[in-house]
């Protein structure tokens, strides 16, 4: 139940066909610049170089000052920058990639991208314990600390103790709900129950839910389960149980997370501050359907084993190493294919709601083709600011690359916001993605890819990407490849065959216990987004 995010929708515009990067920190860096992530200097995730991208231009991880960020550009125009939550741009080690420096004048900030809720232990064993930052100091952490509530704390505390006759710019960036999963009790025992029928019921109920409001079309089919993994009725009562509590927990981080939306615009409401606010939710990827412990093998699982919480009992609580698995993000991600990691539409397409002055109301929808790059010259625009071209504050900076969303926020009917002869790319490990009109290309790795050759979709026709109509239209393929590669090389894309470059090296396996015997299945390694929601019992 999302009821604060329903009266937002309702009260605005949602854009249903909104596209970021396929993981959270490309997406982080496009939202705060504009720019695309391998001119921001995140072509990869901080640690997951490979021998040929480390060192490489694009691939710093880190938000490099080729770019000017949205509260940079902003507070030289007057505005108070704020910021709450994760940051992820960097500045473990270095304060020059820290938010004060990047113009957030009040912050309080989670320097590494993921932690636990509860306190500040790591989820990665190279990164025991997180940093948090306040207005440029390290920081403890309060005592009833838990992240959506104390990351919406702040910024309520930093939007009253600012100057009311000047403007703000507000960024409010949830942890919740990238694992572990950990919610408090009382939000978790309001899930009881709710996802007892399973994978297959839930996601009907969910696309039938979808068609009759119009967010996709009355004719579109969901694309199927993964194969390698077994229908709700084939688990064993103990995996369902699993199962179903790992999707409460989830549950109850959203409905956590979207009451504090509702804390937020309470907020603005009794500061008088609403009526003059635009105010924009988005998600920065599709749902995770990986398991983080499949990424480094079996030293990984050790770690865990003797760090962290993975009992059934303790499942949610502070120290559980949790996470929801392929087939519930496949329920998240209903109608699209596969999830985070992939460039494919489960892996980009995400929620968009914008509402306030002068944005139509009455719900409206509008399924033109966006993106994450867009947001940036939109909040410029009303800002009465100028988009900058090659330089900013004396320094050169990289393009912005996306257009202002305002004429589709107040227009009555707007179609195409983008050219049609416009394309746009997509690439992180080795995943690669383009799009130009209703055209898709994407490119996988095996398993997910045919033979290591690219597919052509008619989004249009089929968003859930099942009709590969690449030996139909090889014409359209070839071009649509000729136009990636003349992107990819203005990006300054480094080729590599996989992610890693050997990936074998990280390969697992694990063993669920189905009626009647054991099944081995090889979850594929971090390249491939291992699926393991059977992991936890090995």
Excluded at 8 to 31: E, K, M, V
Excluded at 331 to 339: A, G, H, W
């Amino acid at each position: 139940a999302t009821p604060n995010l329903d009266r937002l929708a309702r009260s605005g515009i949602r854009l249903t066909n909104f596209h970021t990067y396929a993981a959270s920190s490309p997406t982080r860096a496009a939202l705060l610049t504009g720019a695309s992530p391998h001119n921001a200097g995140f072509g990869t995730m901080a640690g997951d170089w490979t021998p040929e991208t480390e060192g490489k231009r694009g691939y710093e991880a880190v938000l490099t000052y080729r770019v000017a960020t949205i509260a940079e550009m902003l507070a030289g125009a007057g505005y108070q920058t704020m910021l709450s939550g994760k940051w992820d741009m960097g500045g473990a080690r270095d304060a020059a990639y820290r938010p004060a420096a990047r113009g957030f004048q009040q912050h309080f900030a989670l320097i590494q991208g993921a932690a636990s809720h509860f306190d500040r232990r790591g989820v990665f064993p190279d990164i025991p314990t997180v940093k948090y930052v306040e207005n440029g100091k390290e920081v403890e952490l309060p005592k009833n600390f838990y992240s959506s509530r104390t990351f919406t704390d702040k910024l309520i505390g930093f939007l009253a103790a600012g100057d009311r006759s000047k403007p703000f710019f507000a960024l409010l960036t949830f942890t919740a709900p990238h694992w572990p999963l950990q919610a408090p009790a009382e939000d978790i025992d309001r899930q009881r129950g709710r996802y007892a029928k399973g994978y297959e019921d839930i996601r009907a109920a969910r696309l039938a839910q979808q068609r009759r409001l119009g967010v996709v079309g009355h004719t579109t089919t969901a694309a199927p389960f993964d194969s390698d993994w077994p229908a709700w009725s084939a688990l064993p009562a103990d995996i369902r149980q699993l199962e179903e509590r790992r999707m409460e927990i989830y549950a109850a981080m959203i409905g956590s997370l979207d009451r504090e939306v509702g804390r937020v615009i309470a907020a603005l409401r009794a500061s008088g501050q609403l009526r003059n606010t635009i105010v924009v939710f988005m998600s920065d990827n599709g749902a995770d359907g990986g398991n983080p412990l499949d990424f480094g093998g079996r030293d990984w699982y050790r770690w865990a084993e003797r760090e962290r919480e993975l009992s059934f009992e303790q499942m949610g609580k502070p120290g559980s190493h949790v996470w929801y698995g392929p087939q519930w993000a496949h329920v998240s991600n209903t109608p699209f294919r596969l999830d985070k990691g992939f460039a494919t539409e489960g892996g980009t397409r995400v929620p968009f709601i914008a509402s306030g002055p002068g944005i139509r109301r009455s719900g409206s929808l509008n399924g033109a083709f966006t993106h994450v790059l867009d947001i940036v010259p939109t909040l410029l625009d009303y800002a009465g600011l100028d988009v900058p071209q090659s330089q900013f504050d004396g320094r050169p900076i990289e393009p912005l690359e996306g257009r202002s969303l305002r004429l589709a926020f107040e227009a009555q009917s707007v179609g195409e916001l983008h050219p049609v002869k416009e394309f746009f790319g997509w690439e992180l490990w080795a995943r690669r993605a383009g799009r130009l009109g209703n055209w898709k290309i994407v490119w996988q790795n095996p398993p997910w890819g045919p033979n290591e050759q690219w597919a052509l979709f008619d989004i249009a026709k089929d968003p859930a990407e099942q009709h590969d109509l690449a030996a139909q239209k090889p014409a359209i393929l070839a071009a649509m490849v000729s136009r990636w590669n003349e992107w990819a090389a203005r990006q300054g894309v480094v080729p590599i065959p996989y992610f890693p470059s050997d990936w074998s090296n990280v390969r697992t396996h694990f063993e669920w216990r189905p009626p009647g015997g054991v099944t081995t299945v090889n979850s594929g390694g971090r390249s491939t987004k291992p699926r393991s929601p059977m992991r936890q019992e090995k």
